[in-house]
C-alpha cells in the first residue's frame, strides 16, 4: 500500500513539474454582432483571436434554441457588406451544428488569395452570415448575418435590406 501511495505521489510530482504550455493567443481580440436575420429566433457574436503566428481564429456562438438533431447551420465569410446583393463568398467557415450553436475556424487564405492580418481583419468590408442549409429554398433564409471589420463600424443592422448571398467565390 505504501509503494502505491508513494507512485501515486511521485506522478503527481511530474504532473506539477511539467513546463506550462505555451500561448496559442497573442491577445488581441474583437467581437462582432450577429443579428436575427429571419423569423428563427438566432441572434450571435463573432469573435476573432489573433493566433500566435498572425493567424485568425473565428468563434461563431449563436444565441437560440439548439436541437438533438445532426444539423449544422452553413456559414460564410462574404466580401461587401450584408446588403450586397450575391456577394462572393470570401472563406467557408465551419458550419455551426444545431446541437451545440458553436463553431470555431482558422482563417486561411481568401478566395481572392489574399491573408488577413488581424490589422487586415479590422479593415476588411465584409460580413458573415449563417444560412438555414447549403442549398434549396432554405439556403436563402439567413438565420443571423453581421458586418464585421471597417463595414460594422459605417452601418446600422436593417434585416429588410438583407440579400441573399450567393454560393459563387
Not at 450584408?82 to 481568401?110: C, G, K, M, R
Not at 464585421?148 to 454560393?167: H, N, R, T
Amino acid at each position: 500500500m505504501k509503494k502505491l501511495l508513494l507512485s501515486i505521489m511521485i506522478i503527481g510530482l511530474g504532473f506539477a513539474c511539467s513546463d506550462p504550455e505555451p500561448d496559442t493567443y497573442t491577445g488581441k481580440v474583437a467581437e462582432y454582432e450577429l443579428y436575427k436575420s429571419s423569423d428563427f429566433d438566432f441572434n450571435g457574436t463573432l469573435t476573432v483571436k489573433e493566433l500566435v503566428g498572425g493567424k485568425l481564429e473565428l468563434s461563431i456562438i449563436l444565441d437560440g434554441a439548439n436541437s438533438d438533431s445532426n444539423v449544422s447551420y452553413p456559414a460564410h465569410l462574404h466580401f461587401g457588406n450584408y446588403q450586397l446583393q450575391d456577394a462572393p463568398i470570401a472563406f467557408v467557415l465551419n458550419s455551426v451544428p444545431a446541437n451545440s450553436l458553436q463553431s470555431v475556424t482558422v482563417l486561411e487564405q481568401l478566395s481572392d488569395g489574399s491573408r488577413l492580418s488581424f490589422e487586415d481583419f479590422a479593415l476588411f468590408d465584409g460580413h458573415v452570415k449563417i444560412h438555414l442549409a447549403n442549398d434549396g429554398p432554405d439556403y436563402e433564409v439567413i438565420l443571423v448575418a453581421g458586418d464585421i471589420g471597417l463595414a460594422a463600424e459605417q452601418s446600422v443592422f436593417d434585416p429588410s435590406k438583407m440579400a441573399v448571398c450567393g454560393k459563387d467565390f
